[in-house]
């Protein structure tokens, strides 16, 4: 079984990755789908308890609201997945969780932006890239 890494953040263009990944696995392609919703880290424990709690709270509805028309996709085309939620800066999060789940390949949605936008504004998709050890597709 081919494990595809599918970042997802509830946008457009991670939602076209998925319907991606759904392709392939229609195209022959044995997969796993993980999908994986990266959020900045959390409060340090010096914060507050009572923010630190809605700060938790306000996470687990971001995660949820973010992978679950993801996951809608790949149940409705039988497409086997799992759903992950990690907090991380997004690059750094995204390849570190390749590493650990041993995934072959990772699949994700750019924003579009061109080359030298990219460059200057510094995209989480030209860092997956550059230090991916792994095959990497964007798409569009």
Known sequence: MFKLLVPVDGSKPAERAVRHAIRLAAGGLQVSVLLLHVQPAPL??????????????????????????????LERADVPHKVYSRSAAPADGILKFAREKRCDAIVMGTRGMGAIAGLVLGSVAMKVIQLAPIPVTLVK
């Open 44 to 73: 340090p424990p010096s914060a507050a308890k009572s923010r630190r709690r809605a700060e938790m709270l306000q996470r687990l509805e971001e995660g949820e609201k973010a992978t679950r028309p993801a996951a809608t996709l």
